[in-house]
Every structure is written in structure tokens, then in C-alpha cells.
């Protein structure tokens, strides 16, 4: 089986009738049981997925035209995901056993295309981490290297498409979670604007922060996915209504665009040496092909990380309130009334980190503080959000390493959350501003680790990243 | 900003939680290096910034308020804990 690498590959092999469904299945899962080590899918659809691809066989056969835009495409999904009647627990204990009762819209609607979901891959406890390793599952490992991490939280979702055992994996990004993954595994990750795709059956961490993000081989894969997901939706009120361009028909780019850095981001302190040489040969690589890219003042760079973390915790508190043990999900055994109920159930089902961000949500909420802390971060999120929507306004795109750092072993920063936290410095500014990103393979480091480069472009500039994107990858 | 026994004690009440003796001293520990690090954005001066709040420019997504996509009973119960034909059950609240 060759590997491929889009889906317009595997649309034309199965319409020359050189592959089947069936075949592709079949490899996709003798992938995923010959990668079990690395501990990516905690749950495989199998019957399913063979009983799905032998019908499309079939509907291929009867009536070629019939077939959807994703007939033939194999995905997995991140476990934070709902897709109607099977599990998702968001790698946590407290929601063993959850079964979804409707699938999330972006989901929906890739199946209405004819998409085959073959199995929920691992991530960090409710999307909280930058490793993978925070999951009642155990860590995923990085294939490059499986003494690694594969970066987080959509970490499984990256080793999944890395290791050929889907085409295209979803995961979601609150803070950087489809992206750094994505550069630690040597894929391409994508982040829409802000309320492009729809949050329906996301199970909720930071709500002004996620979304549905996409980690595939191709960036016409990403355009298809985005274009199929993307629009208004009745179940989500803060999604976009704005009409959805045809992505995955506008990928050429013929211009010359105007690309922004910062000079603090890549000549900073804690940056890589290896990766700050592959992003300025990458920056070179732009020059001579005509574009420009000139180094930009942003001042706020090291304020990013600090607002990021009182926001998106003290929504977390308050979305991760529903985790009681009453409706659904873990109760305790051993509570004895009400109060209890609460209190155990949720000390049991959640893992330190989670408990962490909880607590400190809290807190930045709680009487007291709330104007010194939370009141303080928002403001600080306009001020971030105004400069860059400024700096938008005079450049196309705004270059950064995806991550300052390759990735690092398993169990390194497991109890240095700060310094977990600030590796996340520089793909969090496309949340924090609610703007598109993406992460592209640009090489790799001298310790064999790949390495990635991202760009993020203006609120629902999508059609002009993607194509620029192609462009250059 | 520190983060002491007592202030552990009231977000512990307040978030529900019930830590054990071993994660409450490396959870205070861990919030006050969090702290710390938030304590940076007292460098900036946001006298007269307005909060951000809403990431999403579209204001008032209103809809007619009907009755629709509503679960069965039978649904809605499907993942409870702990429930009869109708009904979440939970231990006793009201002593009598």
C-alpha cells in the first residue's frame, strides 16, 4: 500500500480501481496493531470501519457519482470529540463510560461526505498539556523518537497521521494543541478563526479559545476539511455566519506576500539553536522566492503566556463545573450525601493537572481577586489582540517557529508546569486573538526531531494561508 | 501574591474538590510559581483598556424560542450513574 498523502491521491486509486475501501481499511488497521507501543488509539472502530468501507465499495460500484467529497478518507479522532453512540472521555476518569448521544457538527458533517472514522486516539485530560502524558490512558509516544513526547494536547492525533494509520486526524486547539503536536511529529497541523467551525460536541475547556483544528499530510486535505466543517450552525451561537469560500479550490497563490517576524521570538532567549537556524534558511528560502519578510516590533510577546493561563483556567473551572457525578460520568462510591457526591466524584475522575487548572481558576475568579487577576488578563488580551490585528493590517502573515523547542522526553516536565506552560509561548497568540494558524514541516533538528515553522494570518483569512501555504510546502 | 493553607482550603470548597494532604502542598507550590510568572502583567499599565470578552464580532445570535431537538427520557438517563425509570437519583438531601 503506497502512503498517501491527500485525499484527491486515494479518490483517484480507488476510482481507477487499483485499491478498495476495504484494502485501505484493512492497512490502516494493520498499521495501528504494528504501532500498539506507542499507545495512540485508545479506542479502534474496526467492524465498523470495515462494515462502512465495504458499503462505499458497493456505492462506488452501483453509482460512481453518488460517492461523497471524503469518499475513501480514513480518520481518527481526539477523545475530547462526540461521535454519536460510541465513548468519549476526554482521557479522564470521570467520564468512563460516557457514551455520546449526538455526534459534535463538525463531525456530522464530514460523515455526510462519506468519511470512515476508524478510532478515538489518546490526548491530554480534557485537552489541559503540551505532552500527551496527562491521560488516564498513559502517554503516547512520539514515532520519531519514542522516548519522546509527541507534544499536546492533540498529541495522538499527530502520531496517528505520522504513522500512516489515517489520512487525516482531528483534534482541537485551545492553546497550541493542534499545532505543536503537529511540529513535533512532522505534520501539518491547521487552526481556523475563531468560530469558524462549529464547538458543538467539543467537550468544553477554554470556550473563548477552542477550536476544532486539523492534522493531515497536505494542505489540501486541511482546505477540504475546513471547507466541509466550517459555517453557521443552529446547536452553537458563537460560530461564525459568514459564508464559507471554497478552500480547497483556491490554492494556488500567485502573489508575493508581505510576512512579519519578531525579532524577540527568534533571536530571544530559550530558543532553540537549531531551530532558530532552520526558521531564519526558512526565512531566506522566502526572500529568494520573492516575498518579503521583515522583522516586526511586538512588545507584549512575553505577556502572552501569563494572560493566556487566567483566562482559559477560569473558564475551565466554570465549564468543568458540569463534572458533578450526578447526570452522568464518575460518582464516588463511597460518598454518603450530596456534598460528598460532588467533592469525590470529582476528586477521583480528575488528574493532577486538571485539579491544577481548576484551582487556579478559581481563584483568579473567586471575590477578591477576580479584578486583579481575571479583569486584568482580559484587558491584556486587547491590548495582544489589537497590536496584532495591526501588525495583520500591514502584513499577510505573521512567521514563528511553531514551538522554541524540539520535542523533549517523556516524564521531563511533567512537574514544572511553568516551564510546560511557557514552551507554549508562541503558538498561543493565534487563540489569544481568535485568529487562523498553521504549523508546516521544515526540516528537522540535529537530534533527529522534525521541526515546524507556523503562520498565522488575519481573522477568516483562511483562503490566503492555505494557499500561501500550499504554495511554499 | 501567596497562596496559603487557608486560601487552599476555601478554593478547595469552592471548585469541589477534596485534595489529599500530598496534592494540596504540591498543588499551592505549583500555584504560586504560576503566580509568580502572572505577576508580570503588572508591568503593563491597562488603565484605560476596555476587557476583551467576546472573541466572536457577531453580537446576538437570536433564534424563535420553540421547543426542539429535545432527548427521551430514556436517552437522557442513559449515562447516569445512578437512576430509576425517570429519575437522576442522588443520596438524601432534605433530613426529616
Not at chain 1, 481558576?361 to 484587558?379: E, I, M, N, P, R
Not at chain 1, 516524564?411 to 493565534?430: R, S
Not at chain 2, 509568580?36 to 470578552?53: H, I, R, S, Y
Not at chain 2, 436517552?75 to 437522576?88: G, S
Amino acid at each position: 500500500m503506497p502512503k498517501y498523502v491527500s485525499h484527491q491521491q486515494v479518490q483517484n486509486d480507488l476510482k481507477a480501481g487499483k485499491i478498495s475501501c476495504q484494502e485501505l481499511v484493512e492497512y490502516y488497521l494493520s498499521q495501528i496493531e504494528a504501532t500498539k507501543e506507542l499507545n495512540a488509539y485508545v479506542e479502534i472502530f474496526a467492524e465498523e470501519a470495515r462494515q462502512k468501507a465495504k458499503a462505499l465499495d458497493q456505492k462506488l460500484k452501483e453509482d460512481p457519482d453518488s460517492v461523497g467529497r471524503l469518499f475513501g478518507v480514513v480518520i481518527s479522532i481526539k477523545d475530547v470529540l462526540c461521535y454519536k453512540g460510541h465513548k468519549v472521555t476526554a482521557a479522564s476518569k470521570i467520564l468512563n463510560g460516557f457514551e455520546s448521544l449526538f455526534s459534535a457538527t463538525g463531525i456530522e458533517r464530514l460523515l455526510r461526505e462519506d468519511v470512515i472514522i476508524i478510532g478515538r486516539v489518546n490526548c491530554d485530560e480534557f485537552a489541559m498539556g503540551s505532552t500527551c502524558e496527562n491521560s488516564v490512558y498513559g502517554p503516547t509516544k512520539n514515532a520519531a523518537d519514542p522516548s519522546k513526547v509527541p507534544g499536546g494536547s492533540s498529541g495522538a492525533s499527530a502520531v496517528a497521521v505520522q504513522i500512516d494509520t489515517c489520512l487525516v486526524s482531528l483534534g482541537t486547539d485551545t492553546g497550541g494543541s493542534v499545532r505543536q503536536p503537529a511540529a513535533f511529529c512532522g505534520v501539518i497541523g491547521f487552526k481556523p478563526t475563531y468560530g469558524r467551525i462549529s464547538r458543538y460536541g467539543l467537550l468544553a475547556y477554554g470556550s473563548s479559545f477552542d477550536q476544532i483544528g486539523v492534522l493531515s499530510n497536505s494542505v489540501e486535505d486541511a482546505a477540504l476539511f475546513l471547507e466541509i466543517m466550517a459555517g453557521s450552525d443552529e446547536f452553537d451561537a458563537t460560530v461564525s455566519t459568514k459564508p464559507v469560500p471554497k478552500y480547497s479550490e483556491s490554492l494556488t497563490f500567485d502573489k508575493k506576500a508581505k510576512i512579519a517576524y519578531f525579532d524577540t521570538a527568534l533571536n530571544g532567549e530559550g530558543i532553540d539553536e537549531d531551530i532558530r537556524k532552520l526558521s531564519f534558511g526558512f526565512i531566506e528560502d522566502l526572500k529568494k522566492e520573492g516575498h518579503t519578510v521583515e522583522s516586526v516590533n511586538f512588545e507584549y510577546l512575553d505577556y502572552i503566556i501569563p494572560a493566556y493561563y487566567v483566562l482559559t483556567t477560569a473558564e475551565a473551572s466554570s465549564n468543568l463545573s458540569r463534572y458533578d457525578g450526578i447526570r452522568f460520568g464518575h460518582r464516588s462510591s463511597d460518598a454518603k450525601n450530596i456534598d460528598e457526591v460532588y467533592k469525590m466524584s470529582r476528586t477521583e475522575g480528575f488528574g493532577t493537572e486538571v485539579k491544577r487548572r481548576i484551582m487556579l481558576g478559581t481563584f483568579v475568579l473567586s471575590a477578591g481577586y477576580y479584578d486583579a487577576y481575571y479583569s486584568k488578563a482580559q484587558k491584556v488580551r486587547r491590548l495582544i489582540t489589537d497590536r496584532t490585528i495591526e501588525i495583520l493590517g500591514n502584513y499577510d502573515f505573521i512567521l514563528m517557529p511553531t514551538s522554541p523547542i524540539p520535542a523533549w522526553e517523556i516524564g521531563k516536565m511533567i512537574d514544572d508546569p511553568v516551564t510546560m506552560y511557557l514552551a507554549d509561548i508562541f503558538t498561543v497568540q493565534a487563540n489569544m486573538v481568535g485568529i487562523p494558524a498553521i504549523s508546516l514541516p521544515i526540516g528537522k533538528h540535529s537530534n533527529g526531531m522534525p521541526v515546524g515553522i507556523q503562520l498565522m494570518a488575519n481573522k477568516f483569512e483562511e483562503a490566503k494561508l492555505l494557499a500561501f501555504s500550499n504554495s511554499i510546502c | 501574591m501567596q497562596i496559603d493553607e487557608k486560601l487552599i482550603s476555601r478554593l478547595e470548597n469552592l471548585a469541589r474538590l477534596k485534595l489529599s494532604s500530598e496534592e494540596r502542598h504540591k498543588i499551592s507550590g505549583d500555584l504560586n510559581e504560576i503566580l509568580k510568572m502572572v505577576g508580570k502583567l503588572e508591568e503593563l499599565d491597562t488603565e484605560d483598556v476596555e476587557p476583551l470578552v467576546y472573541i466572536n464580532e457577531e453580537v446576538n445570535s437570536l433564534r424563535i424560542d420553540e421547543v426542539k431537538h429535545q432527548l427521551s427520557n430514556e436517552k437522557a438517563l442513559k449515562n447516569a450513574p445512578d437512576k430509576d425509570d425517570q429519575h437522576f437519583k442522588v443520596p438524601k438531601v432534605i433530613n426529616l
